[in-house]
T-cell receptor, first 113, second 111 residues
């Protein structure tokens, strides 16, 4: 079946511009997570959606970052006024309510010039 | 201290060798532990969960030592296709299933 999909696969933007990254989770998965992986760094948690509960935003690095999940499915991560340190691979994952295994999408590689 | 620490490697081993990776975690109340595998420029994929009793999946064996707060992964009869970065992952207490990743151990299996 279809896995987690993300778009775009690559995004190059100029410093100060806003970007939107999209994630389509696996159908039926109620939990959705955003992580990012910077060069030479481990993956770090950003935000977590579970069903209709309020999202856990504890990993967002600044108020320039926000995310929403519409209709309990697709999620969009928005970064406003991008900075060069925002350059990273942004990974989305989803999991079903029955198991805690998270399935990752291929990621969006963001480069801020 | 990092929440999850791993030796970054690289570990260069010949095909057929046995190789072991260790990982330590800082929060003694952590409940769930995993090994993920990440190939170059690809997304992480779950290799195996780690249980207190230890678990084995083919050539792979994972063990958890709660007293010492470390997790191990043993790969026997290594194959060229095992070359990847192995990520130690912990779910700390506090709600949700937020994964906390180590920086990964790079394995290169050579002819």
């Amino acid at each position: 079946g279809a896995g987690v999909s993300q778009s775009p696969s690559n995004k190059v933007t100029e410093k100060g511009k806003d970007v939107e990254l999209r994630c389509d989770p696996i159908s039926g998965h109620t939990a959705l997570y955003w992580y990012r992986q910077s060069l030479g760094q481990g993956l770090e948690f950003l935000i977590y959606f579970q069903g209709n509960s309020a999202p856990d935003k504890s990993g967002l690095p600044s108020d320039r970052f926000s995310a929403e999940r519409t209709g309990g499915s697709v999620s969009t991560l928005t970064i406003q006024r991008t900075q060069q340190e925002d350059s990273a691979v942004y990974l989305c994952a989803s999991s079903s309510p029955l198991r805690n295994e998270q399935f990752f999408g291929p990621g969006t590689r963001l480069t801020v010039l | 201290r990092k929440e999850v620490e791993q030796d970054p490697g690289p570990f260069n081993v010949p095909e057929g060798a046995t190789v072991a990776f260790n990982c330590t975690y800082s929060n003694s109340a952590s409940q769930s532990f995993f090994w993920y595998r990440q190939d170059c420029r690809k997304e992480p994929k779950l290799l195996m969960s780690v249980y207190s009793s230890g678990n084995e999946d083919g050539r792979f064996t994972a063990q958890l030592n709660r007293a010492s707060q470390y997790i191990s992964l043993l790969i026997r009869d290594s194959k060229l296709s095992d070359s990847a970065t192995y990520l130690c992952v912990v779910i700390p207490p506090g709600g949700g299933n937020k994964l906390t990743f180590g920086t990964g151990t790079q394995l290169k299996v050579e002819l």
